[in-house]
């Protein structure tokens, strides 16, 4: 499904998260070094996951909160996006397991097809044209920040 020219910042931002799902995946299967993997998560954070949560929560919640929105799928995106900064803040401090590793990759992934394929459809049938227009107005992506530019290629 192609995303409204206004939400396609968040999208893009998905395609990388996705990507470090996916290469967190990779780490594990090859036993990579935890220590290694717990600094690339805390740098992809750092990078891009954090901004793009805050994006979400304080540019597209509250628009959709004035509008009749599911606040079933307010509240799950928004434990979600708890659930997944608890990993983080274990990876941050490099005590993230391989089981939290295997969790957040698998919580990521979830949650990003959350989003694309119920959240964001069902947001873009409720929002006007001009509401969609002044989110996409605060939203912002850097396109230089990629995951796979991390410097050791754990994942190979």
Excluded at 11 to 39: E, P, W, Y
């Amino acid at each position: 499904m192609k995303r409204h020219q206004q939400l396609q910042p968040l999208s893009r931002q998905h395609h990388n998260g996705l990507l470090m799902a996916l290469l967190i995946t990779k780490g594990l299967k090859k036993k990579a070094s935890l220590s290694v993997m717990n600094d690339f998560i805390s740098n992809g954070w750092n990078e891009e996951l954090k901004e793009h949560f805050e994006m979400e929560e304080t540019v597209l919640l509250p628009a959709l909160r004035q509008k009749s929105f599911d606040p079933l799928l307010t509240d799950q995106l928004i434990s979600e996006h708890k659930q997944i900064r608890l990993l983080v803040e274990k990876a941050i401090v490099n005590q993230a397991t391989e089981a939290d590793l295997e969790s957040f990759s698998s919580l990521l992934e979830k949650h990003i097809r959350f989003e694309e394929k119920i959240f964001f459809p069902k947001a873009e049938e409720v929002l006007t044209e001009m509401e969609l227009l002044e989110i996409g107005s605060q939203l912002h992506e850097d396109r230089s920040k990629n995951c796979i530019n991390y410097p050791t290629k754990f994942w190979e």
